[in-house]
């Protein structure tokens, strides 16, 4: 390898860059307000930069409250529950829904299999945006599974077909082994791996660059489930794994000449960012 690889696969995944490009389009419009129901992504200086155009951030607690009623409000790549697209959708906004492809999947999914009267099982954060909204899609039972340890929530769904689901953006090893321990408990499963590629790919790339690097960066926000992730695969491999959120996170990192430095990016890191690491590690470096 170089002695700095950025991984092929960093940076912003195609459903994240969908729904930031469109946010950007609105604002170039200038045809009144605009909003993002939550943070667009998981990336600080996004957002930022978002609120300086004008672009403002609808939550749960705004419909409690009341929704605007004019205006345009992006839906993020996370997708949202049934409840909340409704509510969106009859408060007179414009909706434009840039849900990931691969999430609008899913909801389709456990929405058709819990009409069929399956509990649904979902392995992922039960604190993440995603899950909280496959699960406003279920018309019925459903468990979220983390970890083994959740297993036993199952209990009171034996003897009936479970239809197991992942979050996009869960540890493709982890989702195997809890499948596994889910069957070895001789629970009846239809389990659909809706882990999407980009994905496998991400963490799959990630895990054999820091097989190869002396020193792991990984860019991208801590409040994003996917880098976490990168970090933990990174960090397993090599024990010189660094979260980089900004360039200032890379003043503690010591390079050598010699130093083989792998660089990976969560799917919210946009590629400015991860070219300026790039950067600084080079000129730190020769």
């Not at 406003?136 to 036993?152: F, K, N």
């Not at 479970?162 to 499948?179: A, G, I, M």
């Not at 960066?217 to 933990?232: E, F």
């Amino acid at each position: 390898m170089d002695k700095v690889t950025v991984a092929r696969t960093a940076g912003f995944c195609f459903g994240v860059k969908r729904a930031v490009n469109l946010v950007y389009e609105e604002t170039e419009k200038g045809s009144g307000p605009i909003y993002t129901w939550g943070p667009i992504i998981h990336n600080e200086q996004v957002v930022s930069d978002l609120s300086q155009r004008g672009v403002g951030i609808l939550t749960e607690e705004d419909i409690e409250k009341g929704l605007p009623s004019q205006g345009t409000v992006i839906i993020r790549s996370h997708g949202v529950s049934k409840a909340c697209l409704e509510a969106l959708s009859k408060s007179g906004m414009t909706v434009r829904d840039a849900t990931c492809p691969f999430v609008a999947k899913i909801h389709d999914i456990v929405r058709e299999h819990s009409l069929m009267g399956e509990p649904i099982v979902i392995i992922g954060n039960p604190r993440h945006p995603e899950v909280e909204g496959i699960r406003g899609w279920v018309e019925g039972e459903c468990r979220v599974i983390s970890g083994e340890e959740d297993i036993d929530s199952l209990r009171t769904l034996e003897n009936r077909r479970l239809c197991v689901v992942s979050q996009t953006t869960f540890n493709h090893e982890k989702f195997l082994k809890l499948v596994e321990k889910i069957k070895s408990l001789r629970y009846d499963t239809i389990v659909l791996n809706t882990i999407c590629n980009a994905t496998k790919e991400r963490q799959s790339e990630a895990e054999t660059l820091s097989e190869q690097s002396d020193i792991m960066l990984v860019v991208g926000s801590r409040s994003s489930s996917n880098t976490q992730k990168l970090y933990d695969i990174c960090k397993a491999h090599c024990d010189d794994t660094y979260y980089i959120q900004t360039l200032g996170d890379l003043v503690t990192v010591h390079f050598c000449s010699d130093s083989r430095v792998g660089i990976t990016a969560g799917a919210s890191a946009p590629n400015n960012i991860i070219q300026e690491v790039f950067s600084y590690v080079r000129r730190s470096k020769f």
